[in-house]
């Protein structure tokens, strides 16, 4: 790896677009991700701007696979507080919360653990700040319970 030198405008926006597409997705883009949203012509040009900045230090590949791209150097402007979650991973946390929901309100008999574990879900939708979705999960909640004590 060749020492690191500052990037050029275009290189910086390639930058860029990937620290930020990694913050919103949790994983780096696919080249032909990046091709699209950079407006590239073809993934070969793709992989050209991609190995220029990693011999000029800028990106890595972790592992060599898919969706390894990592900034060496991360600006973090774009992060979020430590408790708040992107718009994709609330609705992958209350798609599963739901499932969860789903699958002890279908069972006949509620066992105290699973009604438990069900607050704790609830708890921790209050932790990341989202108060709305934590609020019709309660409700839900309160149902099941009111169930089992009867």
């Known amino acids: 790896m060749e ?5 050029t405008k ?10 930020k597409f990694i913050q919103e997705n949790g994983y780096s883009p696919s080249y032909r991700e990046i ?3 950079m407006k590239y ?3 070969a040009t793709v992989s050209l701007h991609v190995n220029n900045l990693i ?4 990106l890595r590949k972790r592992d060599f696979s898919a969706r390894s791209l990592e900034l060496t150097n991360p600006t973090g402007d774009n992060k979020l507080p430590t408790n708040m979650v992107s718009p994709k991973e609330e609705k992958w946390l ?4 739901d499932h969860y929901f789903k699958q002890v309100e279908q069972a006949t008999i509620h066992e105290m653990s699973k009604i438990d574990e069900l607050y704790v879900l609830v708890g921790t939708l209050r932790v990341f700040s989202l108060d709305g979705a934590a609020s019709n999960f309660l409700e839900r909640l309160n149902k099941i319970t009111s ?4």
């Open 3 to 7: 020492e690191k030198t500052r990037p």
């Open 10 to 19: 275009k290189q910086r926006e390639l930058l860029s677009y990937i620290e």
């Open 35 to 37: 091709m699209s949203g």
């Open 41 to 43: 012509n073809s993934v």
């Open 55 to 58: 011999k000029r230090g800028h």
């Open 94 to 97: 209350i798609e599963k919360i």
């Open 147 to 150: 169930k089992n004590t009867s």
